[in-house]
């Protein structure tokens, strides 16, 4: 079993960043590829970001493509998302996920969640 604790969100002007942690606990983190999800009111969820297990494989949805970063520091068990060039837009509650496919979109293991909120 995974635990997963999200921090890093808040209020940001748009054009401002942000940077979202997840810390894992219970499991063997490396052995696990994450996710970055998040959900906007009256939206389906979409996933951000994803990394493999050892961070060499990484993809982003085309609507952050060069504005957010994704990766893992797996001495910490923690995955990160450096979030630029905020818009209104990318505001939505945030998850962090984990499973054993990096190819896959069903996680296994979910956060709570972390508000961002992006004014203009």
């Known amino acids: 079993q995974v635990q997963l604790v999200e921090s890093g969100g808040g209020l940001v002007q748009a054009g401002g960043s942000l940077r979202l942690s997840c810390a894992a606990s219970g499991g063997s983190f490396s052995t696990y590829a994450m996710g970055w999800l998040r959900q906007a009111p009256g939206k389906e969820r979409e996933i951000v970001a994803r990394?493999?297990?050892?961070?060499?494989?990484?993809t982003y949805v085309d609507s952050v493509k060069g504005r957010f970063t994704i990766s893992r520091d797996n001495a910490k068990n923690t995955v990160y998302l450096q979030m630029n060039s905020l818009k209104p837009e990318d505001t939505a509650v945030y998850y962090c996920?984990?499973?054993?496919?990096?190819?896959?979109?069903?996680?296994?293991?979910w956060g709570q969640g972390t508000q961002v909120t992006v004014s203009s």
């Open positions: 990394i493999s297990e050892l961070g060499r494989r990484t």
């Open positions: 996920a984990a499973h054993k496919d990096f190819r896959s979109n069903a996680y296994d293991y």
